[in-house]
């Protein structure tokens, strides 16, 4: 990984030993048993953490970007000044002042001579460029500002812990950086105003505060949130464009609805729930910034806001002016939010700055009122279910165009080898980039600074168009085609960084539904029965004439019944409301972003100069809109700059699948086989002169003489059409390549075929199909599409790879198919539904006994377990095979299969999963089976009675509890933290926040470091008796059957592939950053093992037979066990018990 460290030997000062980690530029010792005292008196140990690489490396480049435009800026400043100064001189010349006892000839002489003298060239002042890192912690970020940027003069480490001081200090003096890099050991709060007190205590003859105490950057990377800071440290930035370089880490308060409370109390504002909540949370923190700096008549330009993994990362320029404060109110906004409902929100500004004539009429200035309200109803306009409010917020821009690209074009001069994660931040600032939609264009009269001042951004959040769908439960349209729609109805569309597959865009949403509605006339039709009039689609569909009058009545009981209504208080009519408004404040109503019905002016292409315009209104674009392949081309050409053209991609007809629910259980039909429809011939790329350079593969295509290439770890295999198998009279190869693109939604995946008549012996080769892929009488083959799984790549990688590219195999080799069947599941449930039907059970009779079961899992390691406590109990019959592909979260299981070859730099582990189901074998499965006493119940969250899709974005929602006594399991098996992550990551609370939401629930866990009670018991190898520990407090237990639980995370580096032992991991309640530190040891290879504390704390690691746990705390949220990723919670006193390892129950495939 880009983001890991490189250790280097051990460095030995003042007779202690050191390990020497490097980063960027800077290198920083880290002491093995290195103790500090916290506030609280508790050991702890200054870590290093590798994951923070990113947020490094774009802080330093950004500062540098920003540096430079800085010192360019004062420089031009400094000219102007000096040429204003020289003309004035010349002016204020006077005949009298020459000398009068010269001879008028001599005068002329001397005057002369002084002309051809040159002027003295003005010497600019001494630049100084001073930089505070107020939470340094290590150091790391100070000493690679002094390192990394040439133009910095002074940075000041400034760190509350004693050792932490002391320890920036050894690293300064390692680093040679005495002479720039100050540090101090003191409270940063008091460090900033203590320089703000001093620069108040000494004014200029004008009163002017002085400046010699203000820092060009001030960063503010603290643990958790950094609004305590945002007053001192805005007024310690210098005020003439300095930055503020700010990180926040408390995800689960900016970016959460369960703690709303506390959002208000650090921030002044409330959260908003939903898709787009990481980028209201933005604006959340840059509104605090704001407001903290405007009474001092300091105003705030962001130049560039991401929020990033569970963190946010902003750039804020600081400038004293008390006439840009005054347009702040009008960039301030509210946020009703139909977040129960269909996801639509209206934004309501608390001030409005308007263009009028100045008196003279000669140009315009900008007037600041009170503005309208409110611009949305207690109930949302589209589906009619409660809109809640969100805010205040900022309503700006929250980037600066210029200061991106000039980051971006620092990365061609930067070095992959200080700045290590290059692409990713290429990627993040570039998707930034496409956020910029223009908004409407101001009376040219007007002062374009007033101008930009006034501006606020017309689209402040995104849409994802699968959340939309999920709304009136129809397929997705492709972003394409639904970037299409709306560039076809003269809008803009562009990107969000904060989510993959999000679409901005400032169309209203009555615009948006009214897209959704018309691809469901053109392209996906919907079931009218199931929809009620409690669901949120129900309105919508209704008002489009989707569904007819039925459910009118519930309707009304639904609204009379609303709670929302006061007693005593009758309801005006709308009519009436609309017929008091004033006319002049009816037509401002239309003004706010995204409010009110569509504009009826954007025109869809410029005419030619000097012809007469065709200005079509959106009712006319929408009478010629047509969901076709131009339509999608329209998207790509007017949308998004990454798209690519590929080599071939094989496209195969729509198949029919079985879909599995929790109510109907029956085994379910065959269906007509994928392997009937082939991939067309015209779906490859004919290519030659093949041969691999550099790691790459290289080919000229045979069509237009091109040179192309891809990795040589893209091209999963070749076929080769010479084998006795193959169809008569096919020669030659087809090369098959994967390749991947996270971004490039909803096709993640390009298939691509090269026919070519010779290729390079080093490439893999299939000849034949392997029999587990054989579907005949002795032989089943199931493929299980998990939706659900990690971020629903399940659904898409099935369509645009596996299918496809199997069809091609058995065309290609000229085999026989016959049925098989596919199956899309969208829980657990259906899965152990499914898995019912793998095997007999004992009673049935052997002749009745099916031959071989083939299961290709598309999913994660909960479609393992699923599998695993779903089957019926084994019989005589062959274990079931699974060939397994990673497409979950962690994928422990496959990461572990596949160790040491799911590695980076190499193969995906995507096409290591594609090779070995054509090219592997079976292997058996280790399996444990975990034991619980009475009272134990499975805890689960799935969705409610709205849209299926509804629960991945944490809406609709509910608990769900069973009654278990054991499961069986794979990966493992734990107690504590790990345990805590798996649960709380799934609440409601935190299932919006997608993927983000493990590293957010970590940080919340890191914080409280409970100290979880429990019983542990032990029995070793060789052993017949277990052995209690002697501790009953813990912070992690966990039982490992594989080595690791993600693809970097070793959590047992001993474990083997399939080597059936069950290895121990445990340690005491050793703080938040000593856990930290155990977790990132292990993502550095499993360098946690036999971590220890001069305390006596240390990390355990031991191979074990038998594990017996008893949970002792009073509280139901500390007894939770997960066992593969299922939540088993126990009544106190309850245990779990590991003592069994069961070889048969499945097989796997692995590599040969």
Same mark, same amino acid.
């Given at each position: ?51 923070? #690489? ?117 690293? %300064? &003096? ?28 000494? =004014? ?176 949302? #306009? ?26 971006l074009d620092e990365i061609p001069k930067a070095s992959p080898e200080v700045y290590g994660t290059l692409p990713r931040l290429e990627g993040m600032l570039r998707t930034a980039q496409e956020e910029y939609l223009p908004g409407p264009e101001l009376p040219t009269d007007v002062d374009p600074r007033d101008a930009e001042l006034a501006t606020v951004d017309n689209s402040p959040f995104f849409v994802v168009p699968g959340k939309v769908a999920s709304i009136v439960s129809c397929a997705t349209p492709t972003d394409d085609m639904f =970037?299409?729609?709306? %560039?076809?109805?003269?809008? /803009? ?147 998004? /700059? ?33 392997? /009937? ?20 593969? %290289? ?44 971004? #490039? ?34 032989? &089943? ?50 899965? =152990? ?194 052995? !209690?520990? !002697? ?85 139901? =949220? ?35």
């Amino acid at each position: 990984m880009a983001d890991e460290a490189t250790p280097v030997d051990l460095v030995e000062r003042d007779g202690k030993q050191y390990r020497s980690i490097k980063e960027g530029k800077a290198t920083i010792l880290v002491p093995h048993n290195a103790e500090t005292k916290t506030a609280g008196g508790e050991d702890q140990q200054v870590f290093y953490n590798p994951i923070q #690489q990113y947020n490094r490396d774009l802080s330093s480049l950004a500062i540098k970007a920003y540096g430079e435009w800085t010192l360019e800026r004062r420089a031009q400043k400094f000219q102007s000044k000096m040429s204003e100064k020289q003309a004035k001189q010349g002016k204020k010349r006077k005949r009298g002042d020459e000398d009068p006892a010269l001879e008028p000839e001599n005068q002329e002489a001397v005057n002369r001579d002084k002309d051809q003298e040159p002027p003295e060239a003005p010497k600019p002042p001494k630049t100084t460029f001073k930089i505070l890192d107020a939470l340094s912690a290590s150091g790391l970020r100070a000493m690679r500002y002094a390192h990394e940027l040439p133009f910095v003069t002074s940075v000041k480490a400034n760190d509350l812990s004693e050792s932490a001081a002391a320890s920036i200090k050894l690293n %300064v &003096e390692h680093n040679g950086l005495q002479d720039v890099i100050t540090v101090t050991n003191e409270d940063a709060l008091a460090l900033m105003y203590r320089a703000i007190a001093d620069d108040l205590s000494r =004014r200029d003859r004008n009163g002017n505060p002085g400046k010699s105490h203000k820092f060009d950057v001030i960063d503010l990377d603290p643990y958790g949130t950094a609004a305590p800071f945002f007053d001192g440290a805005i007024q310690s930035v210098r005020d003439d464009g300095g930055l503020l370089c700010i990180t926040c880490t408390d995800s689960a308060v900016w970016a959460g609805h369960s703690y709303c409370e506390k959002t208000f109390a650090l921030y002044g504002g409330i959260p908003v729930k939903g898709m787009h909540t990481h980028e209201a949370a933005l604006r959340l923190i840059l509104n605090a910034v704001a407001t903290s700096g405007a009474k001092y008549g300091l105003a705030i330009e962001p130049l560039l806001s991401l929020s990033i993994d569970f963190y946010t990362k902003l750039f804020i320029r600081v400038t004293r002016s008390p006439q840009s404060v005054k347009f702040l109110g009008a960039r301030t906004m509210l946020v009703y939010s139909c977040d129960q409902g269909c996801g639509s929100w209206e934004a309501q500004p608390l001030l409005r700055s308007k263009p009028a004539p100045n008196k003279r009429g000669s140009g315009f200035f900008f007037k600041h009122g009170m503005a309208l309200g409110p611009t949305a109803d207690r109930f949302c #306009q589209h589906c009619g279910f409660k809109m809640h409010l969100g805010g205040p917020m900022y309503a700006g821009r929250i980037h600066n165009q210029e200061f991106i690209q000039r980051v971006l074009d620092e990365i061609p001069k930067a070095s992959p080898e200080v700045y290590g994660t290059l692409p990713r931040l290429e990627g993040m600032l570039r998707t930034a980039q496409e956020e910029y939609l223009p908004g409407p264009e101001l009376p040219t009269d007007v002062d374009p600074r007033d101008a930009e001042l006034a501006t606020v951004d017309n689209s402040p959040f995104f849409v994802v168009p699968g959340k939309v769908a999920s709304i009136v439960s129809c397929a997705t349209p492709t972003d394409d085609m639904f =970037r299409g729609a709306l %560039v076809h109805l003269g809008y /803009q569309v562009g990107r969000s960084h904060c989510r993959a597959g999000s679409i901005k865009t400032d169309a209203p949403w009555s615009t948006i539904w009214w897209v959704m509605t018309e691809w469901i006339r053109q392209k996906s039709p919907v079931k009218v029965a199931k929809f009620k009039p409690l669901k949120a689609g129900w309105k919508i569909l209704h008002d489009a004439g989707l569904l007819g009058q039925q459910g009118k009545a519930d309707e009304d009981s639904r609204q009379k019944n609303d709670d929302t209504k006061m007693e005593g208080v009758e309801e005006q009519p709308a009519e009436e409301q609309k017929a008091e408004e004033k006319p002049e404040e009816a037509a401002e109503n239309g003004g706010q972003p995204n409010g009110g019905e569509p504009k009826e002016e954007p025109p869809i292409e410029d005419e030619p100069a000097g012809e007469e315009q065709t200005v079509l209104t959106e009712s006319e674009l929408r009478k010629t809109l047509v969901f076709d392949e131009a339509l999608a081309k329209l998207g790509r050409q007017r949308g998004s /700059q990454r798209y690519n053209a590929v080599i071939a991609a094989a496209e195969t007809p729509s198949l029919g699948v079985i879909s599995y629910d929790m109510i109907d259980s029956t085994v379910s039909r065959k269906l007509a086989s994928h392997h /009937q429809q082939k991939a067309p011939e015209d779906c490859q790329q004919r290519v030659q002169d093949v041969g691999i350079h550099d790691g790459s593969l %290289v080919w000229t295509r045979v069509d237009d003489g091109r040179q192309d290439q891809a990795r040589v770890d893209d091209v999963l295999f070749t076929l080769d059409l010479s084998n006795s198998n193959s169809k008569p009279g096919q020669s030659g190869f087809i090369i098959c390549c994967l390749t991947e693109d996270a971004e #490039q939604r909803p096709q993640p995946f390009q298939l691509h075929l090269l026919a070519a008549d010779a290729v390079p012996d080093q490439l893999y080769r299939i000849s034949d199909i392997p029999p587990h892929l054989r579907t005949g009488d002795d032989n &089943e083959v199931d493929v299980v599409v998990s939706t659900n799984a990690g971020v629903g790549h399940a659904l898409p990688f099935w369509h645009s790879v596996l299918r496809p590219l199997w069809a091609r195999v058995e065309d290609t080799l000229g085999t026989s198919p016959q049925a098989g069947r596919v199956i899309v599941t969208e829980d657990a449930h259906s899965v =152990r539904e499914f898995a019912r039907t793998l095997r007999p059970g004992r009673d049935q009779s052997s002749k009745d006994a099916p031959g071989s079961r083939t299961v290709i899992l598309l999913s994660g390691d909960g479609g393992v377990v699923d599998l695993l406590n779903g089957h019926g109990a084994p019989s005589g019959a062959p274990a079931p095979l699974i060939a397994l592909f990673p497409l979950g979260t962690g994928n422990a299981l496959f990461h572990s299969l596949h160790k040491p070859l799911s590695s980076s730099p190499g193969p995906s582990p995507l096409a290591i999963a594609l090779r070995t189901l054509f090219l592997g074998a079976p292997a058996a499965l280790p399996v444990f089976q975990a034991c619980f006493s009475a009272g134990s119940h499975i805890v689960s969250f799935a969705a409610g009675a709205g849209p299926a899709s509804s629960a991945a974005d944490g809406t609709e929602v509910a608990r769900q509890d069973a009654a278990v006594s054991s499961l069986y399991g794979a990966i493992v098996a734990s107690y504590g933290f790990h345990a805590s992550v798996v649960y709380e990551s799934d609440t409601p609370a935190h299932r919006v926040h997608g993927a983000k939401r493990f590293g957010m629930v970590a940080q919340e866990l890191l914080r409280e470091s409970h100290p979880y009670r429990a019983r542990l018991q032990v029995r070793r190898p060789a052993s017949s008796a277990l052995e !209690p520990h !002697p501790r009953e407090t813990h912070a992690y237990v966990l039982v490992a059957m594989v080595s690791n639980l993600e693809r970097t995370f070793a959590i047992s580096p001993a474990s083997r592939p399939l080597d059936n032992k069950l290895r121990l991991v445990h340690f005491g309640p050793v703080g938040g950053e000593r856990t930290m530190d155990v977790m990132v040891k292990a993502y550095d290879g499993g360098k946690h093992v036999g971590m220890k504390w001069d305390d006596g704390e240390e990390v355990r690691y031991e191979e074990v037979d038998e594990v017996t746990v008893e949970a002792l705390d009073d509280d139901e =949220r500390w007894r939770k066990f997960c066992i593969d990723g299922t939540i088993v919670e126990v009544p106190k006193g309850g245990s779990m018990s590991l003592d069994e390892r069961l070889p048969g129950e499945l097989d796997i495939c692995s590599a040969a």
